[in-house]
């Protein structure tokens, strides 16, 4: 069982930079890392995935290391409105259509 | 838009009796989820379906079955809902790529139940 380790919980302030590092240690050869935005009450919401090195769309850039061991969602110039719950997920082999959620960090964006 | 849609988005019901919430999708993909999500934790997988495969998580309680009668279609249902199935139950879907591995998981707005 491919399991991930985040932070619980980071604070920061508006027009920061965030970063929010995921350990993934079992990853497996063929696992793509995903992550995901939660908001109160509503269903997760997909932000990024990559499979090795740097990944950039408009809301995001993941950074992952040559080992893949672990991966790094980078959050550019964050807003209140980026007061969320981010997960970052790995498959679960040899079934890559499982997924287990980790605990996820909790990001509290200050004014 | 294609989307995940799941009704209702709120559900009360009495202990014990059943209930059945309902997921659709027009992303016709091949694989979809349940999770169930407690107040302050992380999803939880519950169960999903490979196409018409059913695959069901070893801790999943049997008092949680499901249905998959079409692509676009499923269900959950709780035969016996008790005061611990409280939580927000999160339909999801996503579309296995050629090689075996998958694309991102697309989620519902959740439907929240409330066991009386």
């Known amino acids: 069982l491919a399991k991930t380790t985040q932070p619980i919980s980071m604070d920061s302030y508006e027009g920061q930079e965030v970063n929010i590092t995921c350990s993934h240690n079992n990853i497996a050869t063929n696992d793509y890392i995903t992550w995901y935005q939660q908001f109160p009450s509503q269903g997760p919401r997909f932000i990024i995935q990559g499979y090795k090195t740097k990944v950039t769309n408009e809301v995001a850039s993941l950074f992952i290391p040559a080992d893949r061991k672990s991966s790094t969602l980078s959050l550019p110039r964050v807003s209140l409105s980026d007061t969320a719950v981010y997960y970052c997920?790995?498959?679960?082999?040899?079934?890559?259509?499982?997924?287990?959620f980790g605990s996820g960090t909790k990001l509290n964006v200050k004014p | 838009d294609a989307m995940v849609i799941q009704n209702p988005r709120y559900q009360v019901t009495q202990f014990g009796k059943p209930v059945t919430l309902s997921c659709s999708q027009t992303l016709n993909h091949n694989v979809m989820y349940w999770y169930q999500q407690k107040s302050s934790q992380a999803p939880k997988l519950l169960f999903h379906y490979y196409d018409k495969d059913f695959n069901n998580e070893a801790d999943t309680p049997d008092n949680f079955q499901s249905r998959r009668p079409n692509t676009s279609f499923c269900f959950l249902d709780i035969r016996s809902p008790g005061l611990g199935d409280a939580a927000m139950y999160l339909c999801?879907?996503?579309?296995?790529?050629?090689?075996?591995?998958?694309?991102?998981?697309?989620f519902g707005p959740g439907t929240r139940l409330t066991v009386l």
């Open positions: 999801a879907t996503s579309r296995t790529r050629s090689d075996g591995s998958y694309n991102e998981q697309f």
């Open positions: 997920l790995v498959g679960d082999p040899p079934d890559f259509n499982k997924f287990y």
